[in-house]
């Protein structure tokens, strides 16, 4: 599973740099954020997530990361996408990464990354990410400046959370 989740980071990095990487295609469908257009997401939860977070990181010394509300628009949408499929993944429906989700909304693509999970609480969600490994390393980075968060209830009643992490670097 680490290397799994160290793979899907290495190609998302290399494919925000717009480096073309062998045998990997876009998606064909657009990447238009259009993918639950019904889901409103659970407002409270989507900031408790970016909170503990920005809890995570003070307790380590870091810089708080800004609220963005183009990150957040992505992560909601995807959070809500991850909840109608009923699986836990960065790739959406549509084939689409968070750097096709970023460009969608015209954010700038250099170093976005997105974090995933599904049920418990926006903390409980963030303390798994805070285990050693690569998400780790993405939650208490310092290449990121903003963050965006989006938390989307199923139908099964579980709660779908997606944080998205980026620095503007226009």
Same mark, same amino acid.
């Given at each position: ?10 190609? #998302?990095? $290399? =494919? %925000? ?11 064909? !469908?657009? *990447?238009?954020? /259009? ?11 989507? #900031?408790? $997530? =970016? %909170? ?11 810089? !708080?990361? *800004?609220?963005? /509300? ?101």
């Amino acid at each position: 599973m680490k290397r799994l989740s160290l793979a899907a980071t290495c190609v #998302l990095a $290399l =494919s %925000a740099c717009q480096m073309p990487i062998p045998g990997l295609t876009a998606p064909q !469908a657009p *990447a238009d954020q /259009a993918l639950a257009t019904e889901c409103r997401g659970e407002v409270d939860a989507g #900031l408790r $997530l =970016s %909170a503990a977070v920005n809890a995570a990181r003070a307790a380590e010394g870091k810089n !708080a990361l *800004a609220s963005s /509300a183009e990150l957040d628009r992505i992560a909601l949408a995807h959070a809500c996408d991850m909840a109608r499929m009923g699986r836990v993944d960065v790739a959406g429906s549509n084939g689409s990464n968070v750097v096709d989700r970023a460009r969608s909304v015209g954010y700038p693509t250099c170093g976005v990354v997105q974090l995933v999970g599904a049920g418990g609480t926006p903390e409980g969600t963030v303390n798994a990410w805070l285990v050693p490994g690569p998400q780790r390393e993405q939650v208490l980075g310092q290449l990121s400046y903003q963050i965006g968060s989006g938390v989307a209830r199923g139908a099964d009643g579980r709660l779908w959370h997606s944080t998205v992490l980026g620095n503007n670097c226009r």
